[in-house]
């Protein structure tokens, strides 16, 4: 098993910057990928999008919406993965989560396929105001 637990959301105008962190524990050796996807408010759980992923090896990938203005890190002593958002947009208002797989993937497919994650945190808030 592979516990997540994300922190760091929190309400800012836009323009403004947060960093999200995700603190992985249990049998994290055997992530192969992991990611953050978000949930707009008016969105169910099918709506959810791929946000950012990075792979053992350091590979990263990017949603559309997001490249230029976010970066997905990983301190693998830590265990942790980061999020650096910067420049949000109220239209980046959402339930962040966290995900790892144990499934051999790119972290280009990775944002594509949010069923191949089996390991959720509970999500945290951000909320972008104009």
């Known amino acids: 098993q592979v516990r997540l637990v994300e922190s760091g959301g929190g309400s800012v105008q836009a323009g403004g910057s947060l960093r999200l962190s995700c603190s992985a524990s249990g049998y994290t050796y055997s992530v192969t990928c992991m990611g953050w996807f978000r949930q707009a408010p008016e969105k169910g759980r099918e709506g959810r999008e791929g946000?950012?992923?990075?792979?053992?090896?350091?590979?990263?990938a990017y949603a559309d919406s997001v490249k230029g203005r976010f970066t997905i890190s990983k301190d693998n002593a830590k265990n942790t993965l980061y999020l650096q958002m910067n420049s949000l947009k109220p239209e980046d208002t959402a339930m962040y989560y966290c995900?790892?797989?144990?499934?051999?993937?790119?972290?280009?497919?990775?944002?594509?396929?949010?069923?191949?994650?089996?390991?959720w945190g509970q999500g945290t808030q951000v909320t972008v105001s104009s």
């Open positions: 995900a790892a797989t144990r499934r051999s993937m790119t972290p280009v497919q990775a944002l594509g396929v949010m069923g191949l994650f089996g390991y």
């Open positions: 946000v950012a992923a990075i792979d053992s090896d350091g590979s990263t």
